[in-house]
């Protein structure tokens, strides 16, 4: 619908006047607008299709002073730290894996997995024993922690290398038409010491940061309402809330963030990404990540990022605007949606939920969004495993990862690799990757014709 020109102004008025008042009320169960599909983070939207679509700030509810922090928070995910002493931005290492956030968090978008023969700068290797920490943690591996740093500074050794290789094999849909996936190996070379038979490894790839506050907004109440551990309703559809510790709060709490649902908020995400992917200590992870090894500087420096720079950080990524949906009333979109549902895809990525209502910050409050994820573990089959449990999830459940935005990985990061390792070189690849509690779905995508497998993906591309 065009808007005549001298009515753009009262309607853009008109709406963020309506959203505000939207924000502070109850939202009614009877309400239905079909145009809240197109705001896929509710009044926090943005209509951008380029490659800087995930890098906006909230359009509304955010004062200036507030505006001035998300600035703050920008220039500091944007840093490049370096070794100390240094005048500006010290502290890097002494081991750690990318030397900023946005090193590896490109465009606020997601990692991408390394070619044949290069280094993983954009990924990361959670590593663990058997057993569990104090918290119900992954058991640290003695002489390495929890995490492989597989970079450090200058005269200082890292403390290994991860080679990948892939094997790939053909499948076939029910009509016929091959399929390839990449089948991955990862091994564990050159470390700085011998490390133990039985250490357990799985590879994460950055994910996007956009919409987590919104993320965060929603209730617990509201993910454990779509938890179903045991079944219950007999659809296959088994979600499960991870249970993590809260380690500024001190206390368990639900887990949210992260492929496994292992953090439990943006500050925690922010200080442990901050401390073991860059070697940035700070209030909540006060000790080096190379602690008690020999790679460890002993420098009395710690912290090495202020409480100040830390929250800006946090609500950089907390105030981080949704890309608004594209080609919404395209009709082979719309038949795509449709199938997407009837293959059973939304039973884990819920296509809506509601943020609770934040008194205090009604930025986020009572928003309606569109980010097509539950929050809850699943299990995801063999295939998937990384046979690495954390906290509650097992080594075959992931978190099911939002899609909002999705569609824009290619403008945004140059790659279409998805996943927590990003095998999948497609969106298609990454649905038949799909086993476990997600297998009767892909199966039914399986058995789509070459025309609705089209229309599904373009669905995919829209969101």
């Not at 509601?354 to 969004?369: K, M």
Request: proline share 6%; glycine share 10%.
């Amino acid at each position: 619908m065009k808007i005549p020109g001298p009515y753009k102004v009262l309607f853009i008025l008109v709406f963020m006047i309506s959203m505000m008042v939207f924000s502070c009320n109850k939202f009614d169960g009877e309400y239905n607008n079909p145009d809240d599909e197109w705001r896929s983070g509710g009044a926090q939207t943005v209509f951008d299709q380029s490659s800087k679509a995930f890098g906006h700030i909230f359009p509304t509810g955010l004062s200036e002073t507030l505006e001035r922090v998300h600035e703050i928070g920008d220039a500091q995910f944007s840093a490049t730290f370096v070794s100390s002493p240094a005048p500006v931005n010290p502290g890097l290492g002494p081991i750690f894996n990318n030397v900023g956030c946005a090193s590896c968090h490109i465009g606020d978008g997601r990692g991408k997995v390394p070619r044949a023969g290069e280094t993983s700068v954009l990924m990361l290797f959670r590593i663990s024993i058997p057993g569990q920490g104090v918290h119900g943690e992954p058991n640290p591996v003695p002489g390495f922690g929890d995490q492989l740093q597989n970079r450090s500074n200058i005269g200082i050794k890292k403390e290994g290398d991860v080679l990948i290789s892939y094997d790939e094999q053909s499948f076939y849909f029910d009509d016929g038409e091959t399929y390839q996936l990449r089948f991955p190996t990862y091994t564990i070379t050159n470390t700085y010491t011998a490390m133990p038979p039985d250490v357990m490894l799985s590879p994460r790839v950055a994910a996007p940061v956009f919409g987590l506050g919104l993320l965060e907004a929603v209730s617990d109440a509201e993910i454990m309402s779509r938890a179903d551990e045991n079944d219950i309703d007999g659809d296959g559809i088994s979600g499960r809330v991870n249970i993590v510790w809260d380690f500024a709060n001190n206390t368990a709490s639900l887990g949210r963030f992260g492929w496994k649902a292992n953090q439990p908020n943006l500050l925690q995400q922010v200080a442990a990404a901050y401390n073991q992917d860059i070697g940035i200590t700070n209030k909540i992870f006060p000790g080096e990540s190379s602690w008690g090894q020999p790679q460890a500087d002993n420098r009395q420096d710690d912290p090495e990022i202020s409480d100040s720079l830390l929250h800006s950080v946090e609500f950089y990524v907390k105030t981080l605007a949704v890309p608004g949906r594209r080609n919404l009333d395209d009709a082979t979109v719309q038949q795509g949606k449709q199938l997407f549902t009837g293959a059973g895809c939304t039973k884990c990525h819920v296509p809506a939920m509601r943020t609770a209502v934040h008194v205090a910050f009604p930025a986020i409050s009572n928003q309606l969004i569109h980010p097509y994820t539950d929050l809850l573990l699943h299990d995801m089959g063999d295939s998937l495993a990384d046979n690495r449990p954390d906290f509650l999830a097992t080594g075959r459940e992931w978190r099911t990862a939002p899609l909002w935005g999705i569609g824009l990985t290619q403008k945004v990061n140059g790659h279409n690799n998805f996943l927590h390792d990003g095998r999948a070189r497609s969106l298609m690849e990454a649905i038949m990757w799909h086993g476990g509690e997600a297998a009767s779905a892909k199966n039914n995508v399986k058995a789509m014709s070459v025309a609705e497998r089209a229309a599904l993906v373009r669905f995919l591309e829209s969101l």
